[in-house]
């Protein structure tokens, strides 16, 4: 999506994908920088490792403790987060989601999940159920909902009536023959009006078609994806990202070409 972006722009700019090993990882970045590159996005698990290794962090990182991105300049490196902006914006322009007062369903407590959360409350959702495999990483991220968002009626398990909104952060889906991460036998695809896996490959993931089948409204991660790219872009460029050649791009390589 981002060579598409650059070619669009006129850019004469080139995106490559490494494989570092987190322990190359500093010396990695300090090379990158050394031979000129505009900047990075990282992934897991560098996610939290760069956060001491960039010489200043914006006020995203630092919010929500990973850096997803960094700029080189003349000033050293800036670690940035564009993911969970990225998540608002797919839910509002994928579902239609209407967050302020909502009532969220949250599967899963590790990065996305946990960034998902706070940035669910920060946008000034009424409540918060968070539910989890291993349910102290639910209760550790409720813990830190009620002090910083106070306002937020946060528990963990599943709720009696009825959501908003379901969202899939686990890994669950991904892999043929996964379980599905919602269990119906506590919560049935009736109680809740949307669903949304940050799942985008298969594009439909059991949940998702489960979901669709009961009625809900459905949309899977590749907006979150799309927007975490594209606002990366657009801290390296200085120039808006042309997100429909992005997502059209991004979308081919990740389901093939179009049919006509
Ligand atoms: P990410 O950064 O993508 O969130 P992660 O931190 O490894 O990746 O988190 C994966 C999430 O999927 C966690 O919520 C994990 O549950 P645990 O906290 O109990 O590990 C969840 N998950 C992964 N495999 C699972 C499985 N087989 N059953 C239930 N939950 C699973």
Same mark, same amino acid.
């Given at each position: #999506? ?95 989601? =209407? ?11 590790? =990065? ?40 937020? @009626? ?22 043929? =023959? ?19 896996? #940050? ?46 050649? #992005? ?11 179009? @049919?006509?």
């Amino acid at each position: #999506m981002h060579n598409a972006g650059f070619a669009a722009l006129g850019l004469n700019w080139c995106y490559v994908a490494c494989e570092v090993d987190p322990k190359n990882l500093r010396a990695a970045i300090a090379g990158a920088r050394a031979m000129g590159f505009a900047g990075i996005n990282l992934t897991v698990p560098h996610k939290l490792l760069a956060l001491d290794m960039v010489d200043a962090l914006d006020a995203s990182a630092k919010k929500w403790g990973a850096v997803n991105t960094i700029h080189f300049n003349e000033h050293g490196a800036t670690g940035f987060n564009t993911d969970a902006d990225a998540i608002i914006t797919s839910l509002r322009e994928d579902l239609k989601a =209407g967050l302020p007062g909502a009532k969220v369903l949250l599967l899963g407590a590790g =990065g996305a999940g946990r960034t998902a959360a706070l940035k669910l409350a920060s946008e000034g959702i009424a409540e918060l159920f968070l539910v989890n495999r291993t349910p102290s990483k639910a209760e550790e991220i409720a813990g830190e909902i009620k002090k910083q968002f106070p306002s937020v @009626k946060v528990s963990t398990g599943y709720p009696k009536g009825s959501v908003d909104l379901v969202l899939n952060a686990t890994s669950l889906g991904l892999k043929p =023959g996964d379980v599905s991460p919602l269990d119906q036998k506590q919560f049935t695809l009736a109680q809740t009006r949307a669903v949304y896996d #940050m799942i985008y490959r298969p594009a439909e993931t059991p949940l998702l078609q489960s979901a669709r089948d009961a009625g809900c409204k459905t949309a899977n991660g590749l907006g979150m994806l799309l927007y975490q790219g594209a606002k990366a872009f657009e801290i390296w460029t200085g120039r808006a990202a042309p997100i429909e050649v #992005m997502r059209r791009a991004l979308v081919e390589n990740i389901y093939g070409p179009a @049919k006509s």
